[in-house]
């Protein structure tokens, strides 16, 4: 399974955008590039996935590099249930499995 | 729908003895995935089952380890004999596969084996 780098932690100012990032230099051409993220106490939930195009939807939004070789998780206004680890997950066409990473913790400050 | 239901909760067993944890996923669904979750080891995935039969066990640890799934609505994780190091969050999950993107996971059983 081809590998995603995020950063441990990063930390953020409620009611500002957070932009999370994610490296996947050996992304294959028919990988999806998936985001979930787990609350405390709570098992992950999907937040949004994208092949190539850029993908909004009420959650989130997802930047995809021109190359595909990194992406970047968009939250537009950070609240303080946004508090979380955001795993970003390389999820490959006609593969069912999700192999989950470290991800990033994010801390929201109110 | 009341989504993906995991029981019990919360489980503490002496080490050797077994344990069952019981996942039902959501009608309709026809994949279903048991994933372990450690400090150490971060959320690995265990096995998943479409259809209700198991398509990759690879991330079974040992023999110690067995799934099933009967029936559509119902699987079971069974660890027998339980070690301390067993002890984690089991989380189960179900999606629609192939027309869907999407798993749907439960609130999770924290199993400790003392």
């Known amino acids: 399974d081809a590998k995603t780098t995020q950063p441990n932690s990063m930390e953020s100012n409620e009611e500002e955008p957070v932009h999370l990032p994610c490296n996947h230099s050996t992304i294959s051409g028919t990988d999806y590039i998936h985001w979930y993220r787990q609350l405390p106490s709570q098992g992950p939930e999907y937040v949004i996935h994208?092949?190539?195009s850029n993908v909004n939807n009420r959650m989130a939004s997802l930047a995809i590099a021109e190359d595909r070789k990194s992406s970047t998780l968009i939250l537009h206004r950070a609240t303080l249930r946004d508090a979380a680890v955001y795993y970003c997950?390389?999820?490959?066409?006609?593969?069912?499995?999700?192999?989950f990473g470290k991800g990033t913790k994010l801390t929201v400050n109110p | 729908d009341a989504g993906v239901i995991q029981s019990p909760r919360h489980e503490v067993t002496e080490m050797g003895q077994e344990v069952t944890l019981r996942c039902k996923p959501i009608?309709?669904?026809?994949?279903l995935f048991w994933y372990r979750q450690t400090m150490m080891r971060g959320l690995e995935l265990l096995i998943y089952?479409?259809?209700?039969?198991?398509?990759?066990d690879s991330g079974m640890p040992e023999d110690r380890f067995s799934a099933k799934m009967p029936n559509a609505s119902f699987s079971t994780l069974k660890i027998q004999p339980s070690e301390p190091r067993d002890s984690a969050v089991y989380f189960c999950?179900?999606?629609?596969?192939?027309?869907?993107?999407?798993?749907?996971f439960g609130p999770g059983t924290r199993l400790t084996v003392t």
């Open positions: 089952f479409n259809n209700n039969v198991p398509i990759d």
């Open positions: 994208g092949l190539t």
């Open positions: 009608s309709g669904h026809d994949y």
């Open positions: 999950a179900s999606s629609l596969g192939f027309s869907s993107y999407e798993q749907y």
């Open positions: 997950i390389l999820r490959g066409g006609g593969s069912e499995k999700l192999v």
